[in-house]
């Protein structure tokens, strides 16, 4: 009886190890934090924030973790893994989740990120920090939009300034 426990946790195991495996191939962006210092309550409100940013927010055994990032060649450190660690995974856009971890660490003091990857380019603890105060992607694009037009604008309102200009000059010689 207790062989056949052993057996199924095993296979549970080696499933969530393919599951977190899948996981980490589809991310564009993931980061780990320590999440200790916060309530189930509070987890729960950034996992959903996280959802709806388009990202996933997990614990696991650290353990199992290292397994599916070296089955990705994502090689980790047991020193980076220990503690408390959540992983965030961005599937869509990939800084939207990381912003919403930096803001819940500004309101709650965790959690604290510890390093990340960038597709498969390593982040050390900084470089996600720095990350997540970029800009989203929305407003990146608002600014370039704007960057575009408003040369236009200035030739728009160049050329309008010279019609005037001749209107005005040709009302006066009509006046005249």
């Known amino acids: ?9 095993k296979d549970i195991k080696i499933e969530k190890v393919k599951q977190l495996t899948e996981k980490i191939s589809r991310a564009k962006t993931m980061a780990f934090a320590a999440y200790f210092g916060l309530s189930v309550n509070q987890l729960n409100q950034i996992r959903q924030k996280v959802k709806e940013a388009g990202g996933e927010l997990i614990v696991t055994k650290n353990t199992l973790l290292s397994r599916a990032l070296n089955q990705n060649r994502l090689p980790v450190t047991v020193n980076q893994l220990a503690g408390a660690t959540a992983t965030l995974f961005s599937y869509e856009d990939e800084i939207a989740p990381l912003k919403i971890i930096a803001e819940s660490n ?3 003091g965790a959690p604290n990120f510890k390093f990340g990857f960038f597709g498969k380019n390593f982040l050390d603890q900084l470089a996600v920090e720095d990350l997540a105060k970029i800009p989203s992607k929305n407003t990146l694009q608002a600014n370039l939009v704007g960057s575009l037009s408003s040369p236009i604008y200035g030739i728009v309102s160049v050329l309008q300034a010279n019609i005037r200009n001749l209107v005005s000059i ?3 010689a009509a006046k005249s």
């Open 1 to 9: 009886m207790k062989k056949q426990k052993t057996v199924k946790a």
């Open 106 to 108: 500004k309101l709650h």
């Open 170 to 172: 040709l009302d006066q």
